[in-house]
Structures are given as C-alpha cells and as structure tokens.
C-alpha cells in the first residue's frame, strides 16, 4: 500500500548549521503538508504544497514538491534552538492523510 | 477563529478500567473529526475519523471505540483499558475533505499502569 517516508529518524545539528527533512512516496501525492510538533505538543499545521515542482518560503523555511509529485523536502537555514522538535510530511491516501514516522530535531547549543 | 479542545489533559488509569476522552471543535460547522494515537517518541496512527453525526469509521481494530454524538464534539472510549494503550491521544479536524489540512487539539496523555 501507498507509505510515506521521511529520512532521516533523527539529526542533531549544532546551532546555526542547515537542516534538511526528505519525504518520499511510493504513489504520486495530489498535495504534500508538513507539520511541526515541538516536544510535549501537538502536531501544528506548517505548510502544503499542490503543485509539480513548488516551492515555497516561511523566512528560513523552504518546502519543495518534486517534479514527479513523489518526494518532498524541508530545509532549515541556519537553525534556531526555537526550531527543535519532530517535523512530519503528510500526503493524501484514498479518503485520508497518511503521516511520515518525523524526523525529530535536536540543535546543539 | 476555530479552536480545538480535548480533556483531560492527562489520565492515569489502572488496567481493566473504562475510559473516555473527549474534543470539541468551536467556531465551525460539519468538520470532519479524527483521532489518532502517538506512542512515546513514534508517529502518528490513525484510530477514528468521523465526516459527520454519527458516521465513524475505524482504521485500527482494537478495544477503543468511538462516537460522535454532536457535530462538534467526539469521543474516544474504551470498556477495558490495556497497558498498550497507553499514549498520546490526539484529536484532529479538518474541514472540506479528510484530505485536507488537519488542525490538532493539546492531547491526552494517557498512561495505564
């Protein structure tokens, strides 16, 4: 059945490096959304994207859709200790959303 | 604005004692309701989802069930809580499809012990 991944699990970066999530699809995806879930919270609704090749900026944030509307990425520029938590993908299957299992984010002072 | 609200906050429940959980979604009409499940440190699992009154379909079979007596309001419940229950309980609204952009309420942390 239609899975979404996201690589890698977890990624320690120290503050002020880059940071990169990738979420990818074995079906093409009508739409990609991500999410954000800071530790002890809840899953916060970040972003989606529709369109083949899309990209789009929330200031150092950048969301890619693929080409083929199969992959997705998440790029952090120069992270931020407010940028620590759990970042899923979320692409539409059948009459739901299926999650990716997060990349979880630890910065390193 | 729509806000989302779940109680309690946090549960300890013995084994074999019955639960429920509550959401109610404020500030719109017919939402679609969901509620999932996030062991510690795991992703997201889907258990319910609901596109209206009374209308509850069920991804994972297990001893949880739940209903939607309102509109806006959805329970989860069980008659025998096991250790594996134990989790995050999440609920969720979204508003033009079950496809769509997923709102998410604080949680429920639940611990059986």
């Known amino acids: 059945g239609q899975q979404v991944m996201q690589i890698p699990q977890y990624q320690h970066v120290q503050e002020g490096e880059d940071f990169t999530t990738y979420c990818n699809s074995s079906?093409?995806?009508?739409?990609i959304q991500w999410y954000k879930q800071r530790p002890g919270g809840h899953p916060v609704f970040l972003i989606q994207l529709v369109k083949s090749g899309e990209v789009k900026k929330q200031k150092r944030l950048t969301f890619q859709f693929g080409e083929a509307k199969k992959n997705s990425s998440l790029h952090i520029t120069a992270t931020q200790t407010t940028d620590v938590g759990t970042y899923f993908c979320?692409?539409?299957?059948?009459?739901?959303?299926?999650f990716g299992k997060g990349t979880r984010l630890h910065i390193l002072p | 604005s729509q806000t989302i609200h779940q109680w309690p906050a946090t549960l300890v429940q013995p084994v074999g004692s019955p639960l429920s959980l509550e959401c109610t979604v404020e500030g719109t009409s017919n939402p679609n309701l969901y509620w999932y499940r996030q062991a510690a440190g795991r992703g997201l699992q889907l258990l319910f989802y609901?596109?209206?009154?009374?209308?509850i379909s069920s991804e994972v079979p297990q001893n949880l069930s739940a209903s939607r007596p309102q509109d806006r309001q959805f329970i989860l419940s069980s008659k025998k809580l096991l250790l594996s229950d134990s989790g995050f309980y999440l609920c969720?609204?979204?508003?033009?499809?079950?496809?769509?952009?997923?709102?998410f309420g604080p949680g429920t942390r639940l611990t059986v012990l």
């Open positions: 979320a692409g539409p299957k059948l009459d739901k959303i299926i």
């Open positions: 609901s596109v209206g009154i009374g209308q």
């Open positions: 079906t093409t995806l009508s739409n």
């Open positions: 969720a609204w979204s508003l033009t499809g079950t496809t769509d952009t997923q709102y």
